[in-house]
Structure formats: C-alpha cells, structure tokens
T-cell receptor, first 111, second 113 residues
Framework: GENVEQHPSTLSVQEGDSAVIKCTYS??????FPWYKQELGKRPQLIIDIRSNVGEKKDQRIAVTLNKTAKHFSLHITETQPEDSAVYFCAASGSGYALNFGKGTSLLVTP | DVKVTQSSRYLVKRTGEKVFLECVQD?????MFWYRQDPGLGLRLIYF???????EKGDIPEGYSVSREKKERFSLILESASTNQTSMYLC????????????FGEGSRLTVL
C-alpha cells in the first residue's frame, strides 16, 4: 500500500514563529492529501486538504503545498500560537479507498 | 454534526479472549475504517470497508477481522487477543470515493493482560 513518511517527529517553536512539516508519499497514483490535527486526549480532526490538481491551498494561518513530481507535500503554519500545540498527521489516498497516515509530528509552541 | 460512536472507551481483556469493538456512524457514510494508534507509529490502517459486506485489508490486518452487515455499523474483531494488541483503536467514516474528510470516533483503549 501507500507509504507516507513524515518529518520531523517533534518540532518546538516560539510563539509567532512559523512551523513547517514535510511528508513524502510513494504511490504516484495518490490524488488526495489531507492534514489532521490531534490535540491531547482528543480525536484527530481535518484542518486542511489538497487534491492533486492543485499546487497550493491556504486557509488563514495554515497552508499546504504539493509537489507531485517529487511526491512530497508540506504543511505551513504561520504566526504560531500556543493552541497550535498538538500532533499533526499527514495522509495520502491512492487509487483505492484507503487513507494512509504518516507517523505524526508533535508540535510544541512555547509562549 | 456527524457522529461516530465507539461502543467502549476502555476495555481490559485477557490473552486469548475474543474481543469485539463496535463502531456506529449516523451520516449514511459509505466508507468506514479501523486504525490503531501507538506512540511513535502514528495511525495504522487495519481494515476498511467501502460498502455493506465489503471489506479490504489495510497495512496491519493480521490478528484482526471485521464485519459490516449494516451500513452504519463496522465491527473490529480480535479472534484471540494478544498483549501486542494493547493499543488505542480509532474508527472513522466518510462519504464514498477516495477523498473527503474522515470523521473519527473517540477511540477505544484496549489493554490485553
């Protein structure tokens, strides 16, 4: 199946700085790339997604970029706030119905 | 609001017991998924179903089976629980196709002694 690699596994930034999380995928047929945020003790929730026919998508302080040639996509969070602290998961959906996740990035935003 | 309900938040079972984890969604979603979440390993796909009575193996199906007799319900079965199946199990559902938001349940934390 699809193999999704995610880096870094932990990330610590100062409040107001930017945070970038990167993912690569293996299946060139993958066409859907969502990002989920999981706060401590809660269920994962979708924060942004991008489809393969789009190179970049933005929603307020978060943005996702996709490079299909290199098979990688990234999450960018600007002006980070303490409430951005959470575990972030990237995922990729290939030709089937499965959605495969990366191992997650634990983001800590310190005031 | 979409609601995905997992029957048990916490379970403690003994090695060799048969374990049923139930998941029910109320949005008429076609696709349903079972993941397990372990520290440092992320969310790993066990099984998924894209229609009633249809199922496909994910990345780690060994030791598990599933049942989807009704559209709203997707059950995960551990035929003979083992200690390495101690984990958090997350059910999710979404509309048909291979895109769109996954809605997760609150999770079932299983401990096998």
């Amino acid at each position: 199946g699809e193999n999704v690699e995610q880096h870094p596994s932990t990330l610590s930034v100062q409040e107001g700085d930017s945070a970038v999380i990167k993912c690569t995928y293996s299946d060139s047929a993958s066409n859907y790339f969502p990002w989920y945020k999981q706060e401590l003790g809660k269920r994962p929730q979708l924060i942004i997604d991008i489809r393969s026919n789009v190179g970049e998508k933005k929603d307020q302080r978060i943005a996702v970029t996709l490079n299909k040639t290199a098979k990688h996509f990234s999450l960018h969070i600007t002006e980070t706030q303490p409430e951005d602290s959470a575990v972030y998961f990237c995922a990729a959906s290939g030709s089937g119905y499965a959605l495969n996740f990366g191992k997650g990035t634990s983001l800590l935003v310190t005031p | 609001d979409v609601k995905v309900t997992q029957s048990s938040r916490y379970l403690v079972k003994r090695t060799g017991e048969k374990v049923f984890l139930e998941c029910v969604q109320d949005m008429d979603h076609e696709n349903m998924f079972w993941y397990r979440q372990d520290p440092g390993l992320g969310l790993r796909l066990i099984y998924f179903s894209y229609d009633v009575k249809m199922k496909e193996k994910g990345d780690i199906p060994e030791g598990y089976s599933v049942s989807r007799e009704k559209k709203e319900r997707f059950s995960l079965i551990l035929e003979s629980a083992s200690t390495n199946q101690t984990s958090m199990y997350l059910c999710a559902s979404r509309w048909g196709g291979n895109t769109g938001e996954l809605f997760f349940g609150e999770g079932s934390r299983l401990t096998v002694l």
